[in-house]
């Protein structure tokens, strides 16, 4: 009865947690096709579903862009319209149709890269004229961001990548100085996203960005990736806006902590932080020694390592995150890669990871190529470690292996879901039958390696 009333609508409330859910499905697992099906159930399912699927459009994998682009363009004034058509449109891509939602309206997450390369993308299939090329893109590029503005669109995220991909600067720049005469555009933006790469000598497109931020009064989580010192320490500085007292959520994604010595003094000022998430970064011994003496707490929430530190420092930084080590609750995510290339290292960490592991961890992915005897030290040590999630690839498996996450994993309960791959014999636990059925008899539940293993961690926190 509960379920068709859900159908028929009975439930609006009820129904948009559904549907909400399958919205998160698609942002995690790069699939959106059970969400799209939704607009196909009835009316108030497809009202629903419609602006979820709008929300952040750039952002979709396999979808048909260029159908896309063409529905925003529908919102045009005719002059614009007639510009575009001087160019040879093809297939009469902006000719009229009845559109059922105003969609731009939806928009709440946008990626300026991806909505320029997805903009150039149409530009190339639209029009049979390339000697003016560039010229036709910038029209499209501008006229849309226009509709976007007019619309009175409200933003939540804003994501600004320099770069990352072949996207014409000048034009990017004409970007950031519309949003910056339209500034009501992101004034609701609470997460801000930067990803600076080689932009050290555009000081045009650096000042833009500058003031871009300087503009958020609310906001409450940032992603840092890669490294412009000059963009970052003037966010993270910055005396001029309320940062320091909204500011919730930080994630370092790919940062050279070698270059950047003033992050004392960021934390320190920071007074609502809740979570820090470090993910592949460079030179973390740095980064270790700057927040050691911090009088505020710590709450690092995620811990991906792209470079093995000195075990010690990784040691102070784990008990800095917590009021003391066995009481330490705060690291969720920890991906970690060991490689028999650096044997001492790579020996003398696994050995002793297990002994300065947090009691609980959400997430734990290991990719080992060591010693079967330095994976059993590995498991000995840290057999009071409960992990909801582990990924294990052993790069160098055998039978033993199996033996020791028998005895020490699967014995004693110490996981909820677990992936085993095992590279060298080209074999997974989740195709050896028996094996599924004795972990399954122990409340642990097995899958394949690419369904638990989060290949972009930094995407999956920041979503």
């Known amino acids: 009865m509960s379920c068709s009333k859900i159908l028929l609508g009975d439930l609006p409330e009820l129904t948009y947690e559904i549907i909400k859910y399958f919205q998160n499905d698609y942002s995690n697992l790069l699939d959106y096709s059970t969400l799209h099906s939704c607009i196909l159930v009835n009316r108030l399912w497809c009202r629903i579903a419609i602006p979820l699927l709008w929300e952040n459009p750039f952002s979709i994998p396999n979808r048909n862009y260029n159908k896309m682009i063409e529905i925003y363009l529908y919102n045009l004034n005719d002059d614009v319209k007639t510009k575009l058509y001087e160019y040879k449109i093809i297939n009469n891509s902006l000719s009229s149709r009845n559109i059922m939602f105003n969609y731009v309206k939806f928009l709440k997450y946008l990626n300026i890269c991806r909505y320029m390369f997805y903009v150039e993308k149409w530009s190339d299939d639209a029009t049979s004229t390339k000697h003016f090329e560039q010229n036709f893109m910038r029209l499209v590029h501008m006229s849309l961001f226009k509709i976007f503005i007019e619309n009175g669109v409200n933003l939540r995220t804003l994501e600004i990548e320099i770069g990352t991909l072949d996207i014409h600067c000048y034009d990017y720049q004409n970007i950031l100085k519309l949003i910056l005469q339209n500034q009501n555009f992101i004034h609701n933006i609470g997460n801000l996203q930067l990803n600076i790469v080689d932009n050290i000598e555009n000081m045009v497109t650096n000042n833009h960005v500058l003031q871009i931020i300087h503009l958020h009064q609310n906001l409450k989580k940032i992603k840092i990736c890669n490294n412009d010192e000059s963009l970052y320490q003037p966010l993270l500085l910055s005396k001029d806006h309320n940062c320091s007292n909204t500011l919730n959520t ?183 039958k028996e094996e599924l059925r004795e972990f399954e008899l122990h409340n642990i539940r097995v899958r394949r390696h690419r369904d638990l293993f989060i290949s972009d961690l930094s995407d999956f926190i920041w979503s």
């Open 250 to 432: 930080i994630i370092f994604l790919y940062v050279e902590f070698k270059f950047i010595n003033y992050l004392n003094e960021v934390f320190e000022q920071l007074n609502v932080l809740e979570s820090v998430h470090i993910v592949k970064c460079s030179s973390l011994n740095n980064f270790i020694q700057q927040i050691i003496n911090l009088t505020k707490p710590f709450k690092l929430k995620s811990l991906i390592l792209y470079e093995v530190p000195q075990i010690e420092t990784l040691q102070q930084l784990l008990q800095k995150s917590g009021n003391y080590l066995e009481n330490f609750g705060g690291l969720n995510y920890l991906s970690m890669i060991i490689w028999e290339e650096y044997p001492l290292t790579g020996s003398f960490i696994l050995k002793n990871l297990g002994q300065i592991l947090p009691s609980k961890l959400e997430y734990l992915s290991l990719v080992l190529n060591v010693k079967e005897s330095d994976f059993r030290a590995f498991l000995e040590n840290s057999q009071g470690v409960f992990v909801n999630k582990l990924s294990i690839e052993l790069r160098r498996g055998s039978d033993d292996s199996l033996h020791y996450i028998k005895e020490y994993i699967m014995k004693e309960k110490r996981v909820k879901y677990l992936a085993i791959k095992d590279n060298e014999n080209n074999k997974e636990l989740f195709d050896l």
